[in-house]
């Protein structure tokens, strides 16, 4: 069975700076989709950033990145120029090509302070 | 993106009852739709997956004969709780997919409903 794991239960990160998420992973698949979520205080799950594992070229949205190391099963998720509005959790998910349920890591809590 | 909804936002209900809680698909038509549950400041939990005009796939742990999910058209999936009790209170999460069926295709969540069992 496959399974997502992030170590990191809480983050904080001033405005304007760089913090970065760390995600693992477990699978016996080859090809699968990698995706973080951001849940606000509204609860209201959104996507962030999204990766297809045949694909060597890390994705990119804006102030978000990620650092995809498939051989390690490592999705890190990295936030540039941190704003007030990047508090939030975050869920690391991983889904299989047959495209059945996400899986979610436990999620890391991100604070960002002025 | 696409839209899903949920309806109620939030519900209180007396021990014994049962709530029913719609997840919709506005602006598109979701073969499948994913029920989770989230307890306070943990992770989404997979319920059950709902396909269109079958029964639902319930994961293990999860009773079926408690939570009942109907799936009967391409924009509405239920769940409904039955007999809840105290313990089943929690915020319950659906999420849709298109249905085009590809993997990568983006789930699109509804907004979540609070229950509250006293």
């Known amino acids: 069975a496959q399974t997502v794991t992030q170590s990191q239960p809480e983050m904080s990160v001033q405005e304007a700076e760089t913090v970065t998420l760390s995600c693992t992973y477990d699978?016996?698949?080859?090809?699968?989709?990698l995706f973080w979520y951001k849940q606000p205080p509204s609860r209201q799950m959104i996507l962030v950033i999204r990766q297809e594992a045949y694909k060597q070229q890390n994705a990119t949205e804006n102030r978000f990145s990620v650092n995809f190391q498939k051989a390690a099963k490592s999705f890190s998720l990295k936030i540039s120029d941190s704003q007030l509005g990047d508090a939030a959790m975050y869920f690391c998910?991983?889904?299989?090509?047959?495209?059945?349920?996400?899986?979610f890591g436990k999620g890391t809590t991100l604070s960002v302070s002025s | 993106g696409a839209v899903v909804s949920q309806h109620p936002s939030r519900v209180i209900c007396k021990s014994g009852t049962s709530v029913k809680i719609e997840c919709r698909s506005l602006?598109?038509?979701?073969?499948?739709m994913f029920w989770y549950r989230q307890f306070p400041k943990q992770s989404l939990m997979l319920m059950a997956t709902?396909?269109?005009?079958?029964?639902?796939?319930?994961e293990q742990g999860v009773e079926k004969d408690k939570f009942l999910i109907n799936h009967a058209s391409l924009t509405l999936s239920t769940l409904t709780v039955t007999s809840a009790h105290p313990e089943d209170s929690s915020f319950y999460i659906c999420?849709?997919?298109?249905?085009?069926?590809?993997?990568?295709?983006?789930?699109?969540f509804g907004p979540g409903t609070r229950l509250t069992v006293l």
């Open positions: 699978t016996s698949e080859s090809d699968y989709y």
């Open positions: 998910a991983y889904r299989n090509q047959a495209g059945t349920a996400l899986i």
């Open positions: 999420s849709a997919s298109s249905a085009s069926g590809r993997a990568i295709d983006e789930q699109f």
């Open positions: 709902s396909n269109e005009g079958s029964k639902a796939t319930y």
């Open positions: 602006d598109f038509q979701a073969t499948t």
